[in-house]
């Protein structure tokens, strides 16, 4: 059984005191320099795998714009960090096929499956961390209380469960320093989903 607690946490792939080491690690694939990253679709998947990610729950309220959740890490339940395939092309479809078959509700009756349903917005940010950590290693909980950027993300992806209704998504690029996605899970699969994703 996983509990899932208001404190937020970072799921971390290296210790904090890496960060620094990242920010420079960064510099070298800063998509505003031409020929830094690129990410055409024919070689896509040998380009994206050094790509940093942040991805976080927060409970849909009142008063946080879906644009800005990149701001809030004390205003979620779970904030997790991937080392590889941060791009939304990988894993931003991925949570969103993740997201999108999931029913929000409050209170269980009958059968119901993971993946297929959540008892609120703490089951559902449980059942991430039990879909996305496949592994022993390459990923650790840690308090996240530093700066955007301080772990070395290229991406933050934040999801807004509501009961009853469709989890909305967003996608904040660290280096525009913009939010380049606000939608459904079905939305961003259409827009960002490529020909050769498994």
Known sequence: MIVATTKSFLFHSSPKYCAVEQRAARRAHNPKVVGSNPTSATNFKSNIMGTRSLTRVIP???GISF???HKMPKKAIVNMYQQYDGYPEWVGVKLA?????????????GKVKMGEFANGPGCFAAQLVNKFKDRVGNSYLYECDGE???????FIYTLYPKDGE???ISIYNVWQKECIFVGTADELIKKYKLKNND
């Open 60 to 62: 849909r309220q009142k």
């Open 67 to 69: 644009a800005e959740g």
């Open 97 to 109: 096929e993740f997201a999108g078959p999931i029913k929000m509700g409050n209170g269980i009756s």
């Open 148 to 154: 955007i950027g301080d772990y070395g993300e290229e």
């Open 166 to 168: 469709e989890t909305y």
